[in-house]
């Protein structure tokens, strides 16, 4: 019932308990994918942020109507465009990230498939996260995150669009995201495509949010870090690079979004 009405009354519901008393730090997550097409802008994403507060904002399937984020809200945009698509990756952080790269992934042989695919790995307080959208191939996007897997070592989250249908398997990592569905096929089919999976990391609270005018709804989720010396007085990430060096982790190409 306490659940029921936190939602009806737009309030998020948490479990009992002190991230500063038991040492930790909390980090807030939001994913979303935009749908490029015709989607949410940098005025839909900006307000997202302002309501919900996130520390890391990941985007799906951007174009060019997302580069005005820091100007609208401030903060690091960090851009990742995909070879032959006008869309990509991307990811908003309330401050700068230390590390950042650009994963390839398992693709498609088959004549007339579509360009390869990338994963945006990125590091806050020495966890690693990657921002996905993996390929519609049932076998494909599992061997994608296998290979995300395989990729990373200790506390890692994969979170985006996963477009699997059905259980997802993964050694050493639990799946963590909301259970409702976060996308409707042609606005009547309700698909479970967003989601979380971690390793070594623990999630506190999970949900879907408004969809807004995506056909995808965000997920927000928030994960409990412990707190280190390296991390005690800035708890999200220690600036690396300038600024200007890494903001748009990009992968050139004439085409790319």
């Known amino acids: 019932m306490r659940r029921f009405v936190s939602k009806i009354a737009g309030r998020r519901f948490r479990p009992h308990m002190s991230a500063r008393d038991s040492g930790q730090h909390k980090l807030r997550i939001i994913s979303w994918n935009l749908l490029h097409r015709s989607g949410a802008l ?113 506390p890692t989250a994969i979170i985006g669009d996963y477009n699997s249908f059905g259980p997802v398997v993964l050694r050493g990592f639990s799946d963590v995201g909301p259970r409702g569905s976060t996308h409707h096929a042609q606005e009547i089919v309700p698909f479970r495509l967003d989601r979380c999976m971690v390793r070594d990391l623990q999630c506190i609270h999970a949900q879907t949010l408004f969809k807004g005018p995506s056909d995808h709804r965000p997920i927000l989720l928030e994960f409990l870090y412990p707190v280190s010396d390296r991390t005690r007085n800035q708890p999200l990430s220690v600036p690396g690079k300038p600024d200007h060096e890494i903001a748009n982790a990009d992968i050139k190409n004439d085409e790319g979004g």
């Open 42 to 154: 940098a005025s839909d994403i900006s307000e997202l942020i302002e309501r919900e507060r996130p520390d890391l904002f990941l985007m799906q399937e951007v174009t060019g109507a997302a580069e005005p984020l820091p100007a609208t809200i401030g903060g690091q945009y960090y851009k990742q465009s995909w070879p032959g698509r006008r869309h990509g990756l991307a990811a908003w952080s309330r401050r700068p990230l230390t590390e950042l790269r650009a994963l390839e992934l398992p693709a498609s042989k088959l004549p007339g498939s579509l360009p390869t695919r990338f994963a945006q790995l990125l590091e806050i307080a020495g966890i690693t996260i990657a921002n996905v959208h993996l390929s519609h191939g049932q076998i494909l996007n599992r061997r994608q995150l296998r290979l995300i897997a395989r990729s990373t070592r200790g």
